[in-house]
């Protein structure tokens, strides 16, 4: 946010920035969800919905997971939130109690320490590396367990801030473990849809006790509009109904008409989707050039997390220097790993292919 607000005053002054600092979507959301939404709002009213959304998107969503993963889910045990972050609120209360240990991963998105601390929860962030191709494992839960139990883990793959996604297997392995000691599993399938190599998978296929959290944040490029879904236990969706009415009421009804619209409008997205991949090649192959040759795996979302520690172990330094200097706003990693995050550095893809052709010759001349 440092680096966000930074970059706002440098273009008041004048000055070009180019934007890989923030976490999504340049393309606005699809056509057909904003006609949805025109149509809606000339008929006139839009009020509450049901706490767990509205019927027809729910329906839906459920044949969305028939779709893409084969996958058969009830309507009934589908939730729809106002984005994916009250999605994490709600589960959090819904299926924990404080004082609980829930592990995450590291490097790892930090809201998810933020949310945990704020509800009386504990977080317990585990290092993640090239061992275990930066993903969590059964043995990493393991020896976290010898210092107090573990009630609950969470998994976003692909991830944010690396893009990394774990095997199918590798996430087969892992919601099995958590299955025989009952341990719940909450898995952040947010950036499904776009990845670029591998195979993804829903924890869906493995248990029908795997939460799941998801959201039209990312693939479907309506980050402003608040609006995501759960995939929900049968003994968790009564909590979580009771809990929205309290919260929340329901989701944006209108929100909710347009990501029902949204669903159907693969073709567009994919376009977006295409855009992405031309920009990841082009800086997969390029910062290396200019000497950002340690990056994580990329195998979705929209970000590269690279190592910057042969230019400075301090990420906040680096990329205020890298703003005032090259024109170039990005995250630095201190947020995502408290532990490594000093020598790490995220980059965003999801902007213009000339933005990015144009951040690398900035960078470059920056470093040279």
Known sequence: ME??????????????????????????????????????????????????????????????????????????RIAVTAGSSAGFNLIFLAAFNPGDRIVLT???????????????????????GVESRWCLTPEHLEEARKSGPVHGVLVASPANPTGTMMTPEALQALVSYCDAEDIWFVSDEIYHG??????QETALRTSNRAIVINSFSKYFCMTGWRIGWMVLPDELVRPVEKLAQSLYISAPELSQIAAQAALDATDELEQVKAGYARNRELLLSGLPVIGFDRLLPVDGAFYIYADTSRFSNDSLAFTKAMLAEA??????????????????????????????ALALENLGNWLK
């Open 106 to 128: 590291s490097p790892g998105y930090p809201a998810y320490r933020n949310i945990l601390k704020a509800l009386g929860l504990v977080p317990v962030e585990i290092e993640v």
């Open 3 to 76: 680096v966000l607000g930074e970059a706002g005053r440098l273009e008041a002054q004048g000055r070009e920035i180019i934007h890989m600092e923030v976490g999504q979507p340049g393309a606005p959301a699809p056509l057909l969800a904003r006609q949805a939404a025109i149509k809606a709002l000339e008929v006139g009213r839009i009020g509450y919905t049901e706490a767990l959304g509205l019927p027809g998107l729910r329906a839906r969503l459920a044949e969305h997971y028939k779709e893409t993963y084969n996958v058969e889910v009830p309507a009934d």
């Open 327 to 356: 024109g170039v706003a990005a995250t630095p990693g201190a947020d995502f790993d408290q532990t490594n995050g000093d020598r790490h550095t995220r980059f965003s893809f999801a902007g213009t292919h000339e933005n990015m």
């Open 194 to 199: 776009l990845v670029y190599q591998g195979t």
